[in-house]
């Protein structure tokens, strides 16, 4: 039997204590088109660095058609016929786009770099091919119309095209493709799906996938592969990865007792606010916003409300403008369109310290607290609006009583607490402004799961003893819905769904929007 084109054996990459690849093994045959998905931080983009040798493994074998690839240095993986893109386009921003795809084929190039400074016959007629290849390539991806533009000046759309294009150029066996469908929309992304068998077929290329847009992985890959947590839980094809129990819960979170949420008395009393946001004026409504970042366009007519004390979730997959949306409310980014209104007042053209002043808080994703601040320090940073400082020492010491393990390292700096801490830490610290209303970004990421649980344990204590209304982004549905009122899907910067918790949790329609059900064809 004939050795896989590449081969990954029990790959294991650290940053210092925390393992980001954990024992991973999976191969990719010569002419498959082969998915690799999971949850935010699960390892994707970890295991792609490895394969390109940016980063040395830890431990494992990584093996192009046979050969070891783990002694080889960045620059000589192109050699092996492997070639990459990037999540965030890469190129050569003073460059055309036909100067950057003759500097994709520098492996190529049959000459030294002196020979190329003379007028040889063989060097021109070698720059004569290896233009030639740049423009067939362009020609396939639909940029020949852009030879000689800066890529600067391309549409966004273009410059994720330029970069396949440099990676194509260099006549690679396989291609790792980095979520090349990030910030397209719907018509790109059914093109880039056509594209993507183009390659498979006529380029005769093989592909290995790292893309959020479920719809699209489903729609184009053989085989898929799962990661969550730095392990390999699964593996099949788009079916059965999409009905995988571990899939499922890896994208969902955990299941939860419905019967126990469903008798909490504050949720039954708190039905009558919510029950579809029309008894009253909402705190917080956001009306048909739309948000860019350069070309890319995050938000597409979201338009929400957020009762006031409530607990409001965003759900969806990896990309779907979760974090974008409080961006937006917070004034970190600015809607090239729509409204967002903070009980009955225009914010979306505020600042975001004008924001917090009016009582809007924000925990960010990724916790983003000072590491070599104190806890007692970082918590104090937050009542940086306040004036009243009696009134300050009172809400340390409220937040101490939510997060009992802050006040036993009140003095101990913030980057040497644990994962679970530092994310307590940065809630605490959005409380300390004493807001009317709370954004909490992806509060479960990356923790353990009986972290995880406590985390939402005080996250429905302070809204029901404080009062606090509570807008959480999160990517484990079933923990947000558990303790939310009620709730909104998005998937590619859309409301694709929105009801009561107990309605979303019940509907199949939010598995279709992690796992896409439904796929680009």
């Known amino acids: 039997m004939a050795a896989a084109l590449l081969e990954i054996d029990d790959l294991t990459m650290r940053f210092g204590n925390l393992t980001a690849l954990d024992q991973v093994s999976m191969h990719v045959d010569e002419g498959e088109i082969v998915g690799l998905i999971g949850p935010n931080g699960s390892g994707k983009t970890t295991c792609f660095n490895c394969i390109s040798r940016l980063y040395d493994p830890a431990g494992g074998r990584i093996r192009v058609e046979g050969r070891d690839l783990l002694g080889e240095a960045s620059h000589r993986v192109i050699e092996h016929g492997l070639a990459r893109t990037f999540q965030n386009v890469v190129l050569f921003r ?97 093109a880039l799906a056509q594209l993507i068998r183009r390659l498979r077929d006529e380029l005769k290329v093989t592909v290995l996938l790292v893309e959020h847009d479920m719809g699209l992985v489903m729609g184009v890959c053989e085989r898929i592969y799962v990661l969550d947590f730095g392990k390999r839980i699964a593996a099949g094809t788009p079916d059965q990865v999409q009905r995988d129990p571990a899939v499922i819960e890896a994208y969902l979170g955990e299941p939860v007792d419905v019967a126990e949420e469903q008798q909490r008395a504050h949720a039954r009393h708190r039905s009558t606010i919510v029950g579809g946001g029309q008894a009253a004026q909402p705190m917080l409504r956001l009306q048909q916003v739309e948000t860019h970042y350069g070309h890319v366009q995050a938000l597409r007519d979201v338009s929400l409300d957020v009762p006031a004390g409530s607990i409001v979730t965003l759900v969806g997959a990896n990309g779907a403008g979760k974090s974008t949306t409080l961006r937006a409310i917070s004034g970190l980014v600015q809607p090239t369109r729509g409204t967002i209104e903070f009980e009955g007042k225009r914010i979306d053209r505020l600042s975001p310290s004008q924001i917090v002043s009016l009582g809007v808080s924000q925990a960010p994703e990724g916790r983003q607290i000072l590491a070599t601040l104190t806890v007692a320090e970082n918590l104090k940073l937050g009542s940086y609006t306040r004036r009243d400082r009696k009134a300050v020492e009172e809400d340390l010491e409220r937040v101490f009583g939510y997060f009992p393990v802050l006040a036993q390292r009140r003095k101990q700096l913030g980057g040497t607490l644990s994962g679970g801490e530092q994310q307590m830490l940065a809630i605490a610290r959005a409380l300390m402004s004493r807001p009317r209303l709370l954004l909490l970004d992806e509060p479960s990421l990356g923790l353990a799961p009986l972290y995880v649980r406590e985390i939402f344990k005080i996250i429905e204590t302070i809204n029901r003893e404080s009062g606090t209304t509570i807008l959480l982004v999160e990517q484990n549905a079933n923990m947000a819905l558990s303790i939310a009122d009620f709730g909104y899907v998005l998937r590619n910067g859309r409301v694709v769904l929105s009801g009561t918790s107990e309605l979303l949790r019940n509907n199949e329609e939010v598995q279709r929007s992690y796992l896409g059900v439904g796929a680009v064809t």
């Open 94 to 190: 003073t460059m055309t786009v036909l100067e950057n795809l003759l500097v994709g084929q520098h492996s190529q190039t049959p000459y030294m770099a002196l020979a190329g400074a003379l007028p040889l016959p063989f060097v021109r007629r070698a720059e004569h091919n290896l233009r030639r290849r740049a423009t067939d390539v362009a020609a396939m991806l639909g940029l020949e119309a852009y030879l000689n533009t800066l890529v600067t000046h391309l549409p966004y759309g273009a410059r994720k095209m330029t970069e396949l294009a440099r990676a194509l150029v260099s006549n690679p066996k396989l291609v790792l493709l980095d979520e090349p469908a990030a910030g397209l929309n719907p018509n790109e992304t059914e």
